[in-house]
């Protein structure tokens, strides 16, 4: 199975650089990611950027969700 590497931009500020950078199975799913108390949702919409040499996945923030007790 591929890994993609993708770049997680938008959403809280305070979702710290090293968690930015994912490692995703596929680019046609969104990325649900854990963060404090509930899920950061991301979603790639065919955007590519390269950083530090290495061409990442743009995967941009559409809304957070409650963990659900």
Known sequence: MPNF????????????A???VQLTPTLAEKIKHR???GY???VHHGEFR?????ELAVFHWTRRTAIAE
């Open 5 to 16: 590497k993708a770049l997680l931009v938008g959403g809280p500020s305070a979702l710290p």
């Open 18 to 20: 090293e968690e930015r």
């Open 35 to 37: 963060f404090e108390a």
């Open 40 to 42: 950061e949702h991301f």
């Open 50 to 54: 390269t950083v530090d040499g290495e």
